[in-house]
């Protein structure tokens, strides 16, 4: 089973809206993939109880608790939406089983300033010091007219790593969530371009993305 944690030090960055898209792509790939909300507010959970029937199923687990549920058997990839505002000791517990650390970082002054020291304090961790998960930051929430998204991939290389995408804001992404639905599962032709900006993300993950 390979495992991905969703995480940012500062809230309203998209970390939920992340997760979410990820399980929903993951699972339109066709892996068997579970969800597991580690944030008390429990948004993922309810976009899961929102999630139609006629939807492919996605298992969210409650894991803002001490007492953890166990992932699905058989389960090929777990999402784990980490808690809103934490830092790099908060996450230490999932780091130890995740191979990959998805970090979505908005264009702004203050969520670079914020992230700067999550992205710093996260290589005082063994298992990233010694390369055994990838951490993979995105530009989240962007608008790519304006100079500050420009920026964003530059402010992220001068901290050591490397933007692998940018996701715009778009309004499809809220009104598809409040039926527990992702832009992943929807065919229509007007959401191929959002889909296609998270595949530079997928591909990085080892995942194989149809031309079709």
Known sequence: MKTVLVA???????????????????????HRVALADADPQQSARMWGKRRSAYAAHIPVLNWSKETLPSVPKKTDWLIIDSGAGVGAD?????????DYLVTPIMASLFDELAIRSFLKDLQDLKRVRKDKIDILPIGSRVDLRRKDTKLLGD????????????????AAYVDLAREGLSVFDQTQARYRQLQEQWHPLLKKMGLKISKD
């Open 155 to 170: 402010f992220v290389e001068a901290n050591g790593h490397k933007l692998v995408t940018l996701i715009s804001e778009r």
């Open 8 to 30: 940012n030090s500062k809230g309203g960055a998209g970390k939920t809206m992340t997760a979410i898209t990820l399980a929903g792509a993951l699972k339109s790939l066709g």
């Open 90 to 98: 908060d996450v230490k517990p999932f780091v130890k089983d995740a």
